[in-house]
C-alpha cells in the first residue's frame, strides 16, 4: 500500500519561505508521478506544480515558477515543495499526490491515486 506523509507548513511572514516534504512508503518514489496542489478556503483546488516519473517538471498556470522549485530525494524517497517570496495569497491547504497516468494529464487531480493528509500554509502580510 502506497502511502505519502506530509511535513512542513505552518505560519510565515510574507516574502518568506517553506519547504513542504512528501515522504512515500510502500512503493519507490521514482515509479509516480508526484503532484502538488493547494485549495484555499472557498476555492477550488488549485495545481501547483508536479514531477513526472520521467523526469519532466511542470508548474502550474499562476506565478508559480520563479517562486516554487520541487526537487526529489530518492534515497529517502520524497519529494519536496520549496516555496519562496511566499504572498498572503499561497496560504492555504497543500497536498501531495501520487499517480502513474498518463503525461498529458500531469496538471490533472482526477487521475492522482494516493493523496497526501495535506498541510496548512498561512502567509501573514
Known amino acids: 500500500q502506497v502511502r505519502l506523509v506530509q511535513s512542513g507548513g505552518g505560519l510565515v511572514q510574507a516574502g518568506g519561505s517553506l519547504r513542504l516534504s512528501c515522504a512515500v512508503s510502500?512503493?519507490?518514489?521514482?515509479?509516480?508521478?508526484i503532484k502538488w496542489f493547494r485549495q484555499a478556503p472557498g476555492k477550488e483546488r488549485e495545481f501547483v506544480g508536479a514531477?513526472?516519473?520521467?523526469?519532466?517538471?511542470?508548474y502550474g498556470y499562476g506565478d508559480f515558477q520563479g517562486r516554487f522549485d520541487i526537487s526529489r530525494d530518492t534515497a529517502k524517497n520524497t519529494e519536496y515543495l520549496q516555496m519562496d517570496i511566499l504572498k498572503p495569497e499561497d496560504s492555504a491547504i497543500y497536498y501531495c499526490g501520487a499517480d502513474a497516468g498518463p503525461i498529458p494529464k500531469i496538471r490533472d487531480s482526477g487521475t492522482v491515486e494516493y493523496w497526501g493528509q495535506g498541510t496548512q500554509v498561512i502567509v501573514s502580510a
Open positions: 510502500g512503493g519507490y518514489i521514482g515509479n509516480y508521478h
Open positions: 514531477h513526472s516519473s520521467i523526469g519532466g517538471y511542470y
